[in-house]
């Protein structure tokens, strides 16, 4: 209500606008952005299918079992009907690599390949670089599949903590932590507005060397809030809803600034005629 009231003054620039949409992403992921439906399957219940799901694969041994580690990061109050987990408990994080540059025949294929710079916040449709099979076969890296999170676990600038939705299947280096799940229990686009709303956090979680990193054992630690999957599809909603309202004031402040900038060019001209 506070901000309603005066929004008109809050919000006039591109960075308190990006301040704005960074709460809307804290709101999401508090359980404070849409209102708790009490018909909801409680997460209690869906993490009993997710572990149950995991315990058959590892039987399968198509993941690994990990140990119990020491959560990292901390979690807000959240509603009686969510979870306070651990990535882990509901992704199997998997790391590439990449094939050797000294040999020609595992580059210039047909296999899509992510390097850390391609995770850019952004969705993933193609790559720069693709191996063959070849390349694949001689390497330790995977295929993930379309509609995994994608996250750069090394790298200075911006590049440590981003992270990107998988729009395709495709391979990835070791400088990529992928998240693959099950999308029937976990919806992607709430486990990457949740990434996106510990950015800072997560960059700060990667320490020592001369560069600083993640990697996949802190991916696998961090505390993640797990919703009902219908409220997850909400909270989505929601804030992609919110995003776009975001991004038109954004485009009404540019073209106010555009217009300011014609009016002042215009009575310098006038002046000076």
């Not at 390949?113 to 694949?136: L, M, P, Q, R, Y």
Request: hydrophobic share 40%.
């Amino acid at each position: 209500a506070r901000i309603a009231e005066h929004f008109d003054t809050l919000f006039t620039t591109e960075h308190s606008i990006d301040q704005l949409k960074q709460t809307i992403l804290q709101l999401a992921v508090m359980g404070k952005l849409v209102p708790q439906d009490p018909n909801d399957e409680p997460a209690s219940v869906l993490l009993e299918k997710i572990a149950a799901e995991k315990a058959q694969l590892v039987k399968d041994k198509k993941i690994k079992k990990h140990p119990a580690v020491e959560p990292i990061g901390d979690i807000k109050v959240i509603p009686s009907t969510w979870e306070k987990i651990v990535i882990q408990d509901f992704a199997d994080i998997r790391l590439g690599s990449t094939p050797s540059r000294a040999e020609a025949e595992y580059w210039n294929g047909d296999i899509p390949w992510v390097s850390s710079g391609e995770v850019a916040n952004g969705f993933i449709n193609d790559t720069s670089e693709k191996i063959t099979k070849a390349g694949f076969e001689n390497s330790s890296t995977s295929i993930i599949p379309a509609r995994s999170l994608l996250m750069a676990i090394i790298g200075q600038g911006k590049t440590r903590g981003q992270t990107a939705l998988l729009s395709i299947d495709a391979c990835t280096n070791q400088n990529v932590a992928a998240f693959v799940f099950n999308e029937e229990y976990v919806v992607p686009e709430f486990v990457w507005l949740w990434a996106k709303s510990k950015y800072e956090a997560h960059r700060g979680d990667g320490h020592g060397g001369a560069q600083p990193a993640l990697n996949g054992k802190k991916v696998r630690s961090f505390r993640f809030p797990l919703p009902p999957t219908s409220e997850q599809h909400r909270i989505v909603t929601k804030v992609d809803e919110l995003m776009s309202l975001c991004d038109s004031l954004n485009s009404c402040i540019n073209e106010s600034q555009i217009t300011q900038l014609h009016l002042a060019d215009a009575m310098a001209e006038q002046a000076l005629a």
